[in-house]
């Protein structure tokens, strides 16, 4: 069966980083997708990875490894907005879309 | 520019009743998806379009479920005889690329809770 793991619930400091991390195992794979979701609201589009290493933009990177079937989103500089779920998703060889359970990442000041 | 639009937000139906969800995509989105949202999951893919064409409709959990989008815009999922098991959010996402080309990101909107009690 197709699974995308991360941990349910992390907290992290103001100012300080946190690493979110994603296994997954699914069938054929075309893409890793990172979407942050604020309670009560949509997902909000965060990164895109295809290709191993580590993407950049600005306080957010993310990184991907193909072979270990592994990726992290990294936060830098969290601020108290930045508290919010963080979804991981996998593009599977039919293209369609595979969602993990999410993040809920708690930010104390 | 408008985003995804969604309604209605909120719907309590009693079980056995028929609801209608109503899906705004961005103008001139190719694909557009329903996903249907349990309380602290992600987000269950139920079926997807491209254009008016349904490509998808293998999460769609039973043949109480039914989706149209009859002129490559606006989409509408319909469920039958609602049951208590399918109180959630109901997300809808449109994207400007087909789902097989290479960097896309699907746009959300708010969502529709549905309660049926």
């Known amino acids: 069966g197709q699974n995308i793991d991360q941990p349910t619930e992390m907290t992290a400091t103001e100012g300080a980083i946190v690493q979110i991390n994603c296994t997954y195992q699914?069938?054929?794979?075309?893409?890793l997708f990172w979407y942050q979701q604020h309670a009560g609201e949509a997902p909000t589009f965060l990164s895109y990875?295809?290709l191993d290493g580590l993407e950049e933009k600005g306080r957010f990177s993310s990184f991907l490894s193909r072979s270990k079937g592994y990726s992290y989103l990294l936060l830098k500089e969290l601020q108290m907005k930045d508290s919010a779920s963080y979804l991981c998703a996998v593009r599977d060889e039919d293209y369609q879309l595979i969602w993990g359970a999410g993040t809920k990442l708690i930010i104390k000041p | 520019g408008a985003g995804v639009s969604q309604s209605p937000r909120y719907k309590v139906a009693k079980r056995g009743q028929d609801v209608a969800l109503r899906c705004d995509p961005i103008s001139g989105h190719v694909s557009l998806f329903w996903y249907q949202q349990a309380l602290g999951q992600g987000p269950e893919f139920l079926t997807y379009f491209q254009n008016e064409a349904q490509l998808d409709k293998s999460g769609l959990p039973s043949d109480r479920f039914f989706a149209e989008r009859p002129e490559g815009s606006v989409s509408t999922l319909k469920i039958q005889r609602t049951q208590q098991e399918d109180s959630a959010v109901y997300l809808c996402?449109?994207?400007?690329?087909?789902?097989?080309?290479?960097?896309?990101?699907?746009?959300f909107g708010p969502g529709t809770r549905l309660t049926v009690t």
């Open positions: 996402a449109s994207s400007l690329a087909s789902s097989s080309e290479v960097a896309y990101e699907q746009y």
């Open positions: 699914t069938s054929g794979f075309n893409g």
């Open positions: 990875n295809v």
